[in-house]
């Protein structure tokens, strides 16, 4: 198995770094769930080995929204690195992306180590701020297709972000209205809410999460809180931004003059 995880894993990076899709794994090679963090570690293990670093982690199915799309309902986990970082206002090339969609996020800043599973309570004393933030999501996989051990080896679609100006309000974070928009239409919204009631929690799932995968997150470190609603496909020109109430708003734009060459 551990040539497979390799194996896997090597595919994973090239169709990241070559922006060319492959097709799943589960339907051929079956593995585990645990053996799908193996590889997404071993993945992240090649990036690194290049000068890339961790920044973070992300959570995935955090929302019913998010797994409803996707047909997937567990809760999954993945890693965020420095290069996936994109310009708050800038301008975006698609070009190294495969199928990209763009999904509202809240991002937190952590004050102090997560190094043990923690309660909604104690979660607080260990959150510096909090972002608003869009993220770039672009599975690996054909016709953005997987199972749940698929989409954990492809490090959960990871792909970039936007984080908007951090905050310190913490107030009404577990209800803020989230509206994403698309050329200025509304193009998703919901609340913070459907985050697992309160984003909040997503700390809570990634203290124990982590304590399982015998992990700690430095203090400094970025986490993700899942999408509180669907992702939407990106297309070349389009202004996106999001605008979580009381937290601020990120946006950005993509290019328009990529030329939309499709790998399905
Ligand atoms: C997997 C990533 C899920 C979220 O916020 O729920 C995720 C995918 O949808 O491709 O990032
Ligand atoms: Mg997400």
Known sequence: MNTDIARIAEALDRAARSAEPLAQFSGSTAFSLDDAYRIQRASMQRRYADGEHSIGIKL?????????????????WGWLSNTMVEEDGGLIDLARYIHPRVEPEVCFLTRRAIDRPLTLLEVSNHVEAVAPALEIIDSRYQAFKFSLE??????????????????????????????????????????????????????VHASRLLHAAELELPAGSLVMAGAACAAVALYPGVHVSVDVH???QSSFSVRGDHGGVSHE
């Open 60 to 76: 995935g199915f955090t929302s019913r929204a998010k797994m409803m799309q996707m047909g997937v309902d567990s809760l999954i």
């Open 150 to 203: 698929d989409v954990v080896a492809d490090n959960c679609s990871s792909a970039g972000l936007t984080i908007g100006p951090w905050s310190s309000n913490f107030s009404g974070l577990d209800n803020a209205g989230v509206v994403m928009r698309l050329d200025g239409r509304v193009a998703q919204a919901g609340s913070t809410a459907a985050i697992l009631g309160n984003p909040l929690r997503s700390l």
């Open 246 to 248: 009381g937290v601020g």
